[in-house]
């Protein structure tokens, strides 16, 4: 078990393995994306009260979800980069970063545009509104000190700092529409009791949560296949891997 743990935190035998891995991923992301979008925008019913508008939430409550767990994958990796000082934690946490940036962003776009016709305005400083925007923040500044610090151990270690003492922010955004008065909607999937979505509605909804989970791993193993190439680029197997492919074009 051990011995499997060490070589797949090796970013040689990493690099190999993932190649493998991302189709696995990658298919079943289109094809759970595709059929959930037709799902939601053609099959499930207007809501009786936002009528056709609600049916942004097939992209935004996923792109929502994935913004929280995005940042715990980062965060969690960024961890035991510190603690263990396993390089391919940072490799993850760091080509985790761009994409939980950009599933923040897509949710408080499309949030905002639900937000129009729902409350009469692009934007209010609600407290998910404003958390959420925090998040994006913080994502900016993981990337900012991985790009302006010039030692990479040092800027793992001063990002993945900033990582773990974000995630106080985390349990703000996931409870803010019950920790306080806001214009948000509370949950109406992860409840303890049975959803209030109709099962219609929730299908595809759930199908693009998939989708969106699916389509990060894919991702996410394509940069950081990237990024470990990048960061052992003087390293002995990175050389043998170039000569090989240099050898193959020839």
Do not use: C
Request: glycine letters at 6%; zero cysteines; aromatic letters at 16%.
């Amino acid at each position: 078990m051990w011995n499997w743990f060490h070589r797949l935190s090796s970013p040689k035998y990493f690099y190999d393995m993932s190649a493998k891995m991302i189709p696995w991923f990658a298919v079943p992301a289109l094809v759970s994306g595709v059929y959930g979008l037709y799902l939601g925008f053609f099959v499930a019913p207007p809501d009786y009260q936002q009528g056709e508008s609600y049916r942004i939430i097939f992209i935004h409550v996923p792109a929502a979800w994935m913004s929280l767990f995005v940042y715990m994958v980062m965060a969690t990796s960024a961890a035991i980069g510190l603690i263990w000082q396993i390089r391919l934690a940072d490799v993850i946490a760091a080509a985790s970063a761009p994409i939980g940036a950009s599933f923040t962003f897509l949710a408080l776009v499309t949030g905002s545009l639900w937000g129009k016709p729902m409350w009469g305005t692009y934007w209010v400083w609600d407290a998910r509104l404003t958390s959420e925007l925090i998040l994006l923040f913080l994502y900016f500044g993981y990337m900012a000190l991985q790009s302006s610090i010039e030692d990479q151990r040092m800027a793992d270690k001063a990002s993945g700092l900033l990582a773990i003492v974000g995630v106080v922010n985390i349990p703000i955004i996931h409870y803010s529409v019950e920790w306080w008065n806001t214009l948000h909607q509370g949950a109406t999937v992860a409840k303890f009791d049975k959803p209030s979505m109709h099962i219609d509605m929730l299908i595809p909804l759930l199908l693009m949560a998939l989708a969106f989970k699916l389509f990060y791993a894919a991702v996410v193993l394509v940069r950081a296949r990237n990024e470990a190439l990048y960061r052992d680029r003087n390293r002995r197997w990175v050389r043998e891997l170039i000569e090989n492919m240099n050898g193959e074009k020839i």
